[in-house]
């Protein structure tokens, strides 16, 4: 069955960066995209970006742009993402989802979160 | 980019009554690429229905999904009491993929 995995909860001070991993397995890594959706306390979900798992190639929000990188290591099946210059509202729960060639959103991680406090 | 208006925010309504969520979108969505999720407290969202109208994997059939254009409904025909949760809706036919802002459905 398809399962991705999250790593665990962050804290981090402003400023700072977090790299959240995100395990699949279950189906063949490199024939599906991976993207990742955060959601702020009480709030809604916000898609941050897309990375194909077969070449690399990404998408990011534009409102993320220069401050967030995604990679995937088709080693070991999992994706990485990577937000730097951290401030507070950045802290909210981050999911990793595999996207559909067409891009809807079948399988979700569990979730991880990121507090950003000094 | 694509706003996604979700209405109403909160639908209060008792089990076994029809549920009629609506996503309403600022400018026509590519290829009725639209898909409806299902978020409960403390968990991941789930997809139900991708493509306007496919209900994914496992998805009980009184979920449904109708729509095109600009203007979709997510219709439960029969509350379930594991159905009351927050529905959100997403375009992904232009990039960036936007969500809706979400409707609870709530036990009246």
């Known amino acids: 069955q398809v399962q991705l995995v999250q790593s665990g909860a962050e804290v981090k001070k402003p400023g700072a960066s977090v790299k959240v991993s995100c395990k699949a397995s279950g189906y063949t890594f490199t024939s599906y995209g991976i993207s990742w959706v955060r959601q702020a306390p009480g709030q809604g979900l916000e898609w941050m970006g897309w990375?194909?798992?077969?070449?690399?190639?990404?998408n990011y929000a534009q409102n993320l742009q220069g401050r967030v990188t995604m990679t995937t290591d088709t080693s070991t099946s999992t994706a990485y993402m990577e937000l730097r210059s951290l401030r507070s509202d950045d802290t909210a729960i981050y999911y990793c989802a595999r996207e559909d060639n067409n891009g809807f959103l079948d399988y979700w991680g569990q979730g991880t979160l990121v507090t950003v406090s000094s | 980019e694509i706003v996604l208006t979700q209405s109403p925010g909160t639908l209060s309504l008792s089990p076994g009554e029809r549920a009629t969520l609506s996503c309403r979108a600022s400018q026509s969505v590519s290829s009725s690429y639209l898909a409806w999720y299902q978020q409960k407290p403390g968990q991941a969202p789930r997809l139900l229905i991708y493509?306007?109208?496919s209900r994914a994997t496992g998805i009980p059939d009184r979920f449904s999904g109708s729509g095109s254009g600009t203007d979709f409904t997510l219709t439960i025909s029969r509350l379930e009491p594991e159905d009351f949760a927050v529905y959100y809706c997403q375009q992904y036919g232009s990039s960036p993929w936007t969500f809706g802002q979400g409707t609870k459905v709530e036990i009246k």
């Open positions: 990375i194909s798992a077969y070449n690399g190639d990404t």
């Open positions: 493509d306007a109208s």
